[in-house]
């Protein structure tokens, strides 16, 4: 809620001033409890800083303080007389963060020419998207590129709702937007490469449609290239000084309830969305899609390695953590239900999760390689997953996937739960059976028809999870198998 109108001083007070540079200092030296003191404090001093609230709002998200977060937006909006465009941020600060019925709320209320009428249809039309409302999001994302037929962006999204194979017209548009592109950055291209390979897929032609996936692949290598020895030695870290005694032993000196998480891991593309749309049907369970949140704690600890978490649990015991995490979920799911929590590299964090959240049950989901392989390569990533772009790059990250499941299966034994994909949709009802009681949820009956569940869903399967369960892109690599040898010879080697 916007704060009332309030009488403002010119300048900040000096007291406020000492706050920021105790959060400028706090910034610097990455002291997380420092940083969100700071800026309560500035807040709560209601400072004239104008345009500077907006930052200091994206700054309490990047720390998972969203109430913190809500008030500086807050501030920003008053300090711009409640204007529209001030408004607009606010809707796009409350998308971030995962609360989509409250920023499609605050869109509708907004004029249709803010930011500008582009914006403004393409937002209305990503949201609609996320909540799984396709007809709104077709008809949206349609206005947006028969407005701006150059914005790769729209017609990504559209592809993920369209089937090209009965919509010849739009395809036809698709094509004939290809003479606009000249002058659009990489991301503008990559996005509109990997829509034009999605409608190629959808039509049958698979030497045009994989063309058009490593066309948009070369243009997101532009702008970020992956990293395998950084990631390499992340996953090392993650798996160090673990063994099944260690994590028995903090776990048993934890004494905060932690069975409020529930963690889902997995490669992308390979069925954790639709395993959290199971758990996210039963009415006891939020799905809390990318919370990303355990990467907040290990910053705290200062590794992911047993090392250092040995060092901080000797510092602080395990009972610190425990309340950090019910505070981050709170700041999110204010609620009491369960939440999922299914971040891309959740298995990074798996040792510090079954050490500190004893209680949490862990679940990893398993797809064959190179259909998972082939799905990674053909979804254009908004953000991040830069291994996706080459397959020989996928390949190696799926090898150390693989080390670490292999890891966390001979240390964790019975309490991880192995998910095939394969499996869980050829006999859905057996394996949602063992999900929910892996998970200490009795049965209900909507967990058996996820599809109907009405949530929103903020991953590329969005419209996927709207189906009924099904086999459809089981083998869905096969008609790709000969374009796909990079990734099969890199993997098997």
């Known amino acids: 809620m916007t704060p009332p109108p309030r009488t403002r001083s010119s300048s900040p007070s000096p007291a406020t001033l000492k706050w920021v540079e105790k959060l400028q200092l706090a910034l610097k030296r990455g002291n997380r409890s420092a940083v969100v003191q700071a800026i309560r404090q500035v807040i709560a001093r209601r400072a004239p800083f104008g345009p500077q609230w907006r930052k200091i709002a994206h700054l309490a998200v990047d720390y998972g303080e969203l109430t913190l977060a809500r008030e500086a937006i807050d501030l920003f909006v008053e300090s711009e007389g409640g204007s529209a465009a001030a408004r607009f941020q606010k809707f796009d600060l409350l998308a971030r963060t995962g609360m989509f019925a409250e920023a499609q709320d605050l869109l509708a209320s907004l004029p ?90 959808d039509l049958g032609d698979h030497a045009e449609a994989i063309e058009a996936f490593q066309y948009g692949a070369r243009y997101k290598k532009q702008q970020a290239r992956y990293d395998r020895e950084g990631v390499a030695a992340t996953a090392a870290a993650a798996m160090h000084g673990y063994s099944a005694e260690r994590i028995a032993d903090i776990a048993g000196r934890q004494t905060k309830p932690t069975d409020r998480t529930i963690f889902v891991a997995g490669l992308p593309r390979s069925g954790t969305t639709l395993v959290e749309q199971i758990l996210a049907s039963h009415s006891e369970v939020l799905g809390g899609a990318e919370l990303s949140l355990m990467r907040l704690l290990s910053q705290d600890i200062g590794g992911l390695d047993f090392p250092a978490l040995s060092r901080d649990v000797e510092q602080r015991g395990p009972q610190w953590a425990a309340r950090l995490w019910g505070h981050l979920l709170r700041e999110r799911f204010p609620g009491t239900g369960r939440v999922v929590d299914k971040s891309v590299d959740g298995f990074f964090y798996f040792g510090l999760a079954s050490a500190l959240l004893p209680d949490a049950p862990l679940i990893w989901v398993k797809r064959e390689p190179l259909d998972c392989a082939w799905s990674c390569f053909r979804t254009h990533f908004a953000v991040g997953l830069e291994w996706t ?63 109907e569940s009405q949530r929103a869903v903020s991953t590329a399967s969005a419209m996927q999870v709207r189906e009924p369960i099904n086999r459809k892109s089981v083998g869905s690599a096969e008609p790709y198998r000969a374009w796909l040898e990079p990734f099969i010879a890199a993997y098997d080697k």
């Not at 004939?176 to 990997?194: E, F, I, K």
């Not at 190696?396 to 994909?421: E, K, M, N």
């Open 112 to 201: 249709e020419d803010v930011p500008d009428p582009v914006s403004n249809a393409f937002n209305r039309g990503a949201l609609a998207f996320y909540l799984g409302e396709g007809d709104e999001a077709m008809r949206q994302l349609k206005k947006v590129t028969e407005v701006q037929p150059s914005m790769g962006q729209a017609w990504g999204l559209l592809a993920m709702v369209a089937d090209f194979s009965s919509d010849a017209e739009l395809y036809k548009r698709l094509l004939a937007a290809q003479r606009h592109l000249g002058r659009c950055t990489p991301d503008q291209l990559a996005a509109y490469s990997y829509a034009l390979g999605k409608a190629r897929a």
């Open 389 to 451: 772009n080459d397959l020989e790059d996928i390949a190696f990250h799926f090898r150390l996937a693989d080390r670490l499941l292999a890891h966390w299966q001979a240390v964790l034994g019975d309490r991880l739960l192995i998910v095939p994909y394969e499996q869980l949709v050829a006999e859905p009802e057996q394996w949602t059976s063992r999900i929910l009681g892996h998970c200490g949820l009795p049965a209900e009956d909507q967990c058996f028809a996820p599809h």
